[in-house]
């Protein structure tokens, strides 16, 4: 069975650096691609950008200046960096298998890190 | 990027009641569109995938139709567990988008 579990820091203040890591245990880290979705308090989700195993990348143009996504495929883990984080960046962040040929869905989530910004 | 627009924004309906929620693509995605199911606290659920095809171990009472532009999640009989809020998804391409939600509530 394929479980997703994350960590990082939960309290940020403006323009500190978002950081947060997803291990994955119980299935192949290659051939999926691996995302970072985020989800503002009472609100919808919003797609961050994804990874695979070479590190190849895609990311949201809104946060492309700010995001990176990095590998290790050693310990089957990726990880989220957002830099110079605001008020508007908190929200709950998940990371996510991405699978399907022809066509993808996230099938597979992480338990969700709730990202607090405040002063 | 591609809009994705879901209606209603929220329902109120019955159990045993059933419950149609329509997403619309700003361009065509093919059969690209997923539903997810998500409850308060939790992480979204994969329900139906590629506009059709039933989630392993997703009851049968959950189904997706369309193609295009215009897609639709009916859940035929509503039970006391499906009262949560819905979500589509495009993968045509990226960024992967998803709908404002939809969320279902007991009458």
């Known amino acids: 069975q394929v479980q997703l579990q994350q960590w990082g820091a939960g309290l940020l203040k403006p323009s500190e650096t978002l950081s947060l890591t997803c291990a994955v245990y119980g299935g192949s880290f290659s051939g999926y691609y691996w995302s970072w979705i985020r989800q503002p308090p009472g609100k919808g989700l919003e797609w961050i950008g994804d990874i695979n195993q070479s590190g190849s990348t895609n990311y949201n143009s809104s946060l492309k200046s700010r995001v990176t996504i990095s590998v290790d495929m050693s310990k089957n883990q990726f990880s989220l960096k957002l830099t110079s984080v605001t008020a508007a960046d908190a929200a709950e962040y998940y990371c996510?298998?991405?699978?399907?040929?022809?066509?993808?869905?996230?099938?597979?989530w992480g338990q969700g890190t709730l990202v607090t910004v405040s002063s | 990027d591609i809009q994705m627009t879901q209606s209603p924004s929220s329902l109120s309906a019955s159990v045993g009641d059933r419950a149609t929620i329509t997403c619309r693509a700003s361009?065509?995605?093919?059969?690209?569109l997923n539903w997810y199911q998500q409850k308060p606290g939790k992480a979204p659920k994969l329900l139906i995938f590629t506009a059709s095809r039933l989630e392993s171990g997703v009851p049968s009472r959950f189904s997706g139709s369309g193609s295009g532009t215009d897609f639709t999640l009916t859940i035929s009989s509503l039970q006391p567990e499906d009262f949560a809020t819905y979500y589509c998804q495009q993968s045509y391409t990226t960024p992967r988008t998803f709908g404002q939600g939809t969320k279902v509530e007991i009458k």
């Open positions: 996510a298998r991405e699978t399907g040929v022809g066509g993808s869905m996230f099938d597979y």
């Open positions: 361009q065509t995605i093919s059969s690209y």
